[in-house]
Structure formats: structure tokens, C-alpha cells
């Protein structure tokens, strides 16, 4: 069954090979920028990471004018906006973004205000509202979770309302993504393993959507394909660069498909746990992906079915509702096997989420831009109670 | 040349429409709930109307431009009457930017449900107060 309606854009050129970072020559000649802003954070600098890429990009005779390296984990408007005027100070005419989400969202918005100025919240919060183009953007990934470097997407926090902001535009969708495993070779086991889950949300959430599309679809089948035949030996050592290389490709395939299909009520209620009580965002969305899978159930076992050959559920028959609850148990036995590892925690509890503090992430799930696209009404008081659950 | 005769029309047409909606308690309430200021920006025919929700009773603003709004709604005159119709997918509209929301994009979503009596209405309103012509079967 085709949708009435779809629409697929994928103008980010995307190259992928352990080591490619140290040599960019060939990728780079194809952007038109000279002089870049570096946009990165402590710890990628740390593990040299980010010297690793200076070197590349200066055999590709580019030139870093700037660099802005204080992306914190959740990064926050003011931080874009300092970046952004650092990239003006310095005159770049480019980013090139180092890290995980956070980095290469700052980038992303710092340059929508570098090209288009005005303010991020009064000008470009909603939908349709950024219009191109903006300057070249180099995405270089070192954590294999948000997919960033192919989506439309910036999530940036608002210290203000407790929120995060989700900008959304074609605009936003890099000109070069690099992926490079060597660079996600020395992220710890629990970063692995949230980061990991956080695409295979995507990919589900992707997989269930009403937005859903055949290219979405296949995409998203391979994103959760190779996550699932990868996690656990990356998890389990940090330098099977297939095993890593895998991870990263399958972000950028769960990327693309969440950023045309839309994430749903997974994801809202990680918002908002983010937003309230600092929830890193791949592990809340590892605790809750069961369970606002069971939620949106009634509405999408049919389709959720259709990946327990993908997801090689222990399933027995055609029905579609016991094969739907074979996926979720399969994704439970996964999360379950990470925990036994040390890699992630099960329960909201251990992750400083307060029994009272419920209520007010279900009142915020609902209001979260996610519940648009989540295939079943999101009401507060029915996630509430698969928050309790995920106590 | 757009579906509408004038922009006049257009502008009273829809005013009036607003103003009906805010005179239903059922819709009024929710939308006097959010607190939002919404403006309408149409083209084909050019006209901008502010939905005012922040104080007790709806306010209806024809031509008003100076409002700083909480949500900024651009699309054209004639999508947004099928909208009225209920003939519009917003999902489908806003990714094909037949139709852009600027400001908390979710707090509008919220008010689908609450608006949705106002589909079946909108032609009623339309055969009552002669603009039968503009009626989409």
C-alpha cells in the first residue's frame, strides 16, 4: 500500500570510510568555502578528535578561522548565538561541525543566524520557516545515535521555557556528511549503547509513522538491521570498526528516515524528561521506546508487525498483534542485554527522575511538536501511564 | 486570478467566520485556553487577520499588522477555505509549504480537535450569509 502523498529529499552528499577524515581533499573540493568555523565540544578535543579532521581539512588546503568548542550536551540557544557570532567575528564563510547532535545543531542554526540573522525563536520556531540557503555546513559525526549530519532537523534547548525547541527545514540539511568510524572508535560502552538505541528509535518510530513511505520504510528496515547486528559487539569492543562502522551508517539511514517520516510519542516523552529533568536523550529514549511502542499499539500492529522478520522476533503465527508484541519483546530483550553489559539503565528512576515528577513529563509529551506525527492521539494521562510503567 | 473577487470579500468573509467560531462556547473556550495571538497572512487575495485568544472573548482583527503574534500562519486565500472544508491535510500542507507556521507549531496542533464542529459549520456559514457560490462539494 503506496501513501496518498510523499515527498523524499536527500541533498546531503554523504562519504563513508574508517579513516577518511585524515585525507578530505577530494570531499572538500566540492563545497565552495575556503575559510571555516570549527564547531566542537571539550571531549571530542580531548580524544584529539577534532585535531584529526584540522589535519584533513588542511590537506584539502581549507582554512579554520575560528574555532568555537564550548557545545555543551544540550546545546542552548545562547550557545548558537555565540557561536554564531564567533563565525561572524572571524568572517567564516563555512562550518565544520566535530561531535555528536548537540555540535552539529548548533552548527546547523548558528548558520541559519550567520546567513539569515534575526532571532532563533521569534523567526525560525515552527515549520516552513527557514528559507535557504544558508552556509555550507561539513557534518562530521562522532557518535552514532542522532543522524544529524543527513537531517532537517536542529533540537536546541530553550533555558527559558524548559523546552526543547525543534527547528525544521530542508535548509538545515548539511552539503557534506563524513563518516568515519575511526572517529567513534572511543566512545565508552554506555555511550555506544544509548546513542545506538537512540537511532533504533528513530528507525521504529520512522518504521510506525503515519509519514511513513516506502523510502522511509526501506531505510529504516536497514538502519534497524545493522543496529541490531552491531550494538552489542561495539558495545562489547569499542575497536571492531566494522561493527562501529555499522552503527554509523545505520544512524545516518534511521536519519534520513525519521527526518521525512517524523518521530512520535517515544520521543516526546524523551523531550520532555530532557527538558525537566536532563535525561540524556539516547538513554531516555532507550528506557521508553517499549513503552510508547505498546502505547501506539492499538493503531499500528499491523505495521509494526512487518519487523519480526527484520527484528527476527520469536514469533510463531501470522497474527499481527502477538507479532507486534514480539518486536517490543525483542527491543525489551535487547535493552536488556545492554543493561547486563553496563551499558544502559531499564528504569526512569535511575536516571534522576523523581514518581512526581511524571505527570508533568506526560503533560509536556503531549504538548511536545512530536505528538503531531505519533500514530495514536497523545493524551496525558494515558502516557502517564506507561511513564509509571517505565518507572 | 485566485478563487475570491477582492480581498474585501475575502477579509469579511473569513472575519466573519472567526467571529461565528468565537461566539460557539465548545470552540471558543479551548482556543480562549491557549492564550495564543494567531495572525493569518493570505495571499490571492492579500489579507491578514489576527485572531486574538489572549483575552476573555475572541477578538477578530482584520488588517491588523502591528500585533506581535504568538503564531504566524502564511498560506494561500484558497487553501485556506478547503481548509475549512476539511479538505486540507495539514501534515501534508506544512511539508509541502502550501502552508508555514511560525512560533510553537504544537500549540496550534493542539486546537485541531477543538475546531474540527467549525468544518461542518463553515459551509452553513457560507449558504447564510451569501457566499453560496464559494461552496466546495
Not at chain 1, 47 to 74: I, Q, S, Y
Not at chain 1, 96 to 118: E, H, N, P, Q, R
Amino acid at each position: 500500500m503506496l501513501p496518498d502523498f510523499f515527498e523524499f529529499r536527500m541533498p546531503t552528499r554523504v562519504v563513508y570510510g574508517p579513516g577518511l577524515t585524515s585525507d578530505l581533499q577530494a570531499e572538500l573540493a566540492q563545497v565552495p568555502a575556503v575559510r571555516y568555523l570549527a564547531v566542537s565540544d571539550a571531549t571530542v578535543v580531548r580524544l584529539g578528535l577534532l585535531d584529526r579532521v584540522m589535519g584533513g581539512m588542511a590537506t584539502a588546503g581549507c582554512e579554520v578561522v575560528g574555532r568555537f568548542l564550548d557545545v555543551p550536551p544540550n546545546s542552548e540557544l545562547g550557545v548558537v548565538e555565540a557561536c554564531a557570532a564567533l563565525a561572524a567575528a572571524c568572517g567564516a564563510e563555512a562550518f565544520v561541525a566535530v561531535g555528536g547532535g548537540s555540535v552539529i545543531d548548533t552548527a546547523k542554526m548558528a548558520a541559519v543566524l550567520l546567513a539569515l540573522g534575526g532571532d532563533l525563536v521569534d523567526d525560525y520556531s515552527g515549520s516552513g520557516t527557514i528559507d535557504g540557503p544558508l552556509r555550507p555546513l561539513v557534518a562530521i559525526p562522532t557518535t552514532a545515535g542522532t543522524g544529524s549530519e543527513v537531517t532537517s532537523v536542529a533540537v536546541i534547548y530553550d533555558a527559558d521555557s524548559h523546552t526543547k525547541l525543534a527547528f525544521s527545514s530542508p535548509s538545515l540539511m548539511p552539503d557534506l556528511a563524513v563518516l568515519d568510524p575511526d572517529l567513534t572508535s572511543s566512545l565508552p560502552p554506555g555511550l555506544t549503547a544509548s546513542t545506538a538505541m537512540d537511532a533504533l528509535t528513530h528507525a521504529v518510530e520512522a518504521w510506525v509513522s503515519p509519514q511513513a513511505s516506502p523510502i522511509t520504510d526501506a531505510l529504516a528496515a536497514k538502519a534497524i538491521d545493522l543496529i541490531l547486528g552491531c550494538v552489542e559487539r561495539a558495545v562489547r569492543a569499542g575497536d571492531d570498526l566494522e561493527a562501529r562502522g555499522g552503527l554509523l551508517v545505520a544512524s545516518s539511514l534511521a536519519g534520513m528516515a525519521f527526518s521525512h517520516a517524523m518521530v512520535g510519542c517515544v520521543h516526546g516523552m524523551a523531550h520532555a524528561a530532557g527538558g525537566l529533568y536532563g535525561v540524556p536523550h539516547g538513554v531516555a529514549n532507550a528506557i521508553l521506546l517499549p513503552y510508547g511502542l505498546e502505547y501506539n499499539l492499538p493503531e499500528t500492529h499491523v505495521k509494526l508487525a512487518a519487523l519480526a522478520l527484520v527484528m527476527q522476533a520469536d514469533t510463531t503465527g501470522p497474527a499481527t498483534l502477538p507479532a507486534a508484541e514480539a518486536v517490543i519483546a525483542a527491543i525489551r530483550a535487547l535493552t536488556g542485554r545492554l543493561h547486563d553489559l553496563g551499558a544502559l539503565p531499564l528504569r526512569l528512576r535511575d536516571v534522576g527522575v523523581p514518581a512526581d515528577g511524571l505527570p508533568d513529563i506526560a503533560a509536556a509529551t503531549v504538548m511536545d511538536g512530536t505528538s503531531f506525527y505519533n500514530p495514536r492521539e497523545v493524551v496525558a494521562e494515558d502516557i502517564l501511564a506507561q511513564l509509571e510503567r517505565a518507572f | 486570478m485566485g478563487l475570491f473577487k477582492s480581498s474585501e470579500e475575502f477579509e469579511e468573509m473569513l472575519s466573519g467566520f472567526f467571529r461565528l467560531a468565537g461566539s460557539r462556547p465548545e470552540i471558543a473556550r479551548p482556543l480562549l485556553d491557549s492564550r495564543l495571538i494567531i495572525r493569518f497572512t493570505y495571499s490571492d487575495p492579500d489579507v491578514v487577520i489576527v485572531v486574538d485568544c489572549s483575552g476573555d472573548s475572541l477578538d477578530v482583527r482584520p488588517g491588523d499588522t502591528t500585533t506581535k503574534a504568538t503564531v504566524n500562519m502564511t498560506m494561500k486565500a484558497e487553501i485556506a477555505h478547503r481548509f475549512w472544508f476539511g479538505k486540507v491535510n495539514l501534515m501534508q500542507a506544512l511539508t509541502r509549504r502550501q502552508m508555514t507556521a511560525k512560533g510553537p507549531v504544537p500549540k496550534i496542533l493542539q486546537l485541531l480537535p477543538a475546531i474540527k464542529p467549525l468544518y461542518a459549520i463553515y459551509p452553513e456559514y457560507l449558504r447564510e450569509n451569501g457566499y453560496a457560490d464559494y461552496i466546495v462539494s
